[in-house]
């Protein structure tokens, strides 16, 4: 997902984007849905939360 993307959903959501990195944004994100900010902290690449709509973008950041 791009960052225009990500600002979007922030945005709908009622949160100031800022000059927030993409990572931080996702977090608030996900702390303002009721979910764990673990955006881009999986270990290993390994994460349960196979609804997650970050997932794929997640994965690929921490198997780099």
Known sequence: M???E?????LDKGIK???RSKIDLIHTIQRTEG????FATA????????GC???EDC????QH
Do not use: P
């Not at 979910?35 to 673990?38: A, I, L, P, V």
């Not at 270990?43 to 196979?50: H, K, T, Y």
């Not at 994965?59 to 921490?62: M, S």
């Open 35 to 38: 979910n764990f900010d673990c």
């Open 17 to 19: 984007t800022g000059k």
């Open 43 to 50: 270990a290993n690449g390994e994460c349960d939360q196979m």
């Open 2 to 4: 791009n960052m225009t």
């Open 6 to 10: 990500v600002r979007s959903i922030a």
């Open 59 to 62: 994965l690929g950041r921490t």
């Open 53 to 55: 709509q970050w997932r």
